[in-house]
């Protein structure tokens, strides 16, 4: 079965602290993701890899960072949290390449963060 | 810019009804179109997906319809179930980057006994 998971299922950190969130998968799946989810925004992409030690912006990468030293973890770095970055935020992953099975991404449960 | 524009925000209907979730895009370099859905305290999970070279799609009581000239695709839910409840997202993957989607904004679903 597989599996994406999340390091915390709810967080409160204080304005100002560096906040990590981890992810990992036992797919050995190539690409992962981060999104955050807000009411009526969807789900909005932050950062994503293709392979270890790579990473990409999504669209809205502004205060925050990413690392990917093995293929099964991808970290969720905010580097001075901040009120506007209270969200949930969702780890994914998938296969690779343009075929049809990358458009399935298999998402961990979720990290409900709040700066306070 | 690339966007899916998803539509209505919040649906509910009545159990056996159908339930009828939109979703338009403006970019034309999407090459699959899937359907996720969640429920309350899960990530999301993949539904059903269409290519743009199909009309139609059908898995058990849920269906894709497509429309590529009017850049519009749907989720039909025929004979909905209060197990149905949940949010829906349509997505679009961006063709050429390796599995990169692109979400709509969510439609929450409630379907009444």
């Known amino acids: 079965d597989v599996k994406v998971t999340q390091s915390s299922r709810y967080l409160v950190k204080r304005t100002g602290e560096k906040v990590f969130l981890e992810c990992v998968q036992d797919m050995d799946h190539e690409n992962m993701f981060w999104y955050r989810q807000d009411p009526g925004l969807g789900l909005r992409l932050i950062y994503f890899s293709y392979d270890v030690k790579m990473k990409e912006k999504g669209d809205i990468p502004e205060g925050y960072s990413v690392s990917r030293e093995k293929k099964e973890r991808f970290s969720l770095i905010l580097e001075s949290a901040s009120t506007n970055q209270t969200s949930m935020y969702l780890c994914?992953?998938?296969?690779?390449?343009?075929?049809?099975?990358?458009?399935?991404?298999?998402f961990g449960p979720g990290t409900r963060l709040t700066v306070t | 810019q690339q966007q899916v524009k998803q539509s209505p925000q919040s649906l509910i209907v009545q159990k056996g009804g159908i339930s009828i979730i939109n979703c338009a895009y403006e970019n034309t370099a999407f090459d699959y179109f899937p359907w996720y859905q969640q429920f309350p305290g899960k990530g999301p999970a993949l539904l059903i997906a269409i290519r743009p070279d199909v009309s139609e799609k059908k898995e058990g009581r849920f269906t894709i319809s497509f429309n590529k000239s009017a850049k519009q695709f749907s989720l039909h839910i025929m004979d909905s179930q209060p197990g149905d409840s949940a949010t829906y997202f349509c997505a679009a993957r961006v063709a050429n980057q390796g599995g990169k989607l692109i979400f709509g904004q969510g439609t929450e679903l409630s379907v009444k006994p």
């Open positions: 994914a992953s998938s296969l690779p390449g343009g075929g049809s099975s990358s458009y399935e991404q298999y």
